[in-house]
């Protein structure tokens, strides 16, 4: 089976930092795009961040509100990625969710955002974040 596993969230206060992993494994692993969502009670899923792997320059893209404050990145091996948040807002607690897009014909991921969800072929079950004092 497939596998996306997210790890880093926790209890922070407002202004730290935490860096996310998502780790791909089975048939997770050749993934194309990746795209960090954000789900906070009482509110509708957000894309945060993505990623995507193309043949000259990687595309990146963030949500207005964690520009200049969160980063997306993806190690050696394009297996795991990470999102690297600094100066955290209370308004960033959310349980944050990673997706693969395993479709390289059409990237879900664009400079203008995330894409559908219904483009991701595999989620992740969720790291908590929560920024409190």
């Known amino acids: 089976q497939a596998h996306l596993v997210e790890s880093g969230g926790g209890l922070v206060q407002p202004g730290g930092s935490l860096r996310l992993s998502c780790s791909a494994s089975?048939?997770?692993?050749?993934?194309?795009?990746l795209a960090w969502f954000r789900q906070a009670p009482v509110r509708d899923r957000e894309g945060v961040s993505c990623?995507?792997?193309?043949?000259?320059?990687?595309?990146?893209w963030y949500t207005d509100s964690v520009k200049g404050r969160f980063t997306i990145s993806i190690d050696i091996t394009r297996t795991m990625v990470y999102l690297e948040m600094n100066n955290l807002k209370p308004e960033d607690t959310a349980t944050y969710y990673c997706?693969?897009?395993?479709?390289?014909?059409?990237?879900?991921?664009?400079?203008?955002?995330?894409?559908?969800?219904?483009?991701?072929?595999?989620w992740g079950q969720g790291t908590q974040v929560t920024v409190s004092s």
């Open positions: 089975g048939e997770a692993f050749n993934f194309y795009g």
């Open positions: 990623i995507a792997i193309l043949e000259r320059d990687d595309i990146t």
């Open positions: 997706a693969v897009d395993l479709d390289w014909r059409t990237l879900a991921c664009t400079a203008q955002g995330t894409g559908r969800s219904s483009e991701y072929h595999y």
